[in-house]
């Protein structure tokens, strides 16, 4: 990984490589799970989902933020995601909403 070869980014590299872990240890390339995961992991994973269902790309339309809130929520219920992080970016977005 790139990120790897600059001095200081570490941390910033461990975190890029498990943004696709899930808290139930389906997620890749480690499988690692919750009590493997630091907040910094699942912080990345929640936002990395979030972003890429709130985009428009080649292949999907992008989602309305009601329906990108509850495809986070669904998930954090179906122990991918961590339902605390999950709550708090739905809080930081509502927040910022009104």
């Known amino acids: 990984m790139i990120l790897s070869q600059i001095e200081g980014l570490e941390d910033i590299c461990k975190w890029s490589s498990r943004h696709h872990e899930k808290i139930n240890g389906t997620g890749y390339p480690f499988n690692l799970k919750a009590h493997e995961l630091s907040f910094e992991d699942r912080l990345l994973a929640v936002i990395d989902i979030f ?4 985009e428009k790309r080649s292949y999907k ?6 329906d ?3 495809i986070l929520r669904q998930m954090a219920t179906d ?9 708090d970016v739905i809080k930081v977005f509502n927040n910022n909403m009104n």
């Open 61 to 66: 339309r992008e989602f309305r933020l009601y």
């Open 79 to 87: 122990n991918l995601l961590d339902y605390n992080i999950v709550n």
């Open 68 to 70: 990108t809130f509850a």
């Open 51 to 54: 972003q890429a269902l709130i």
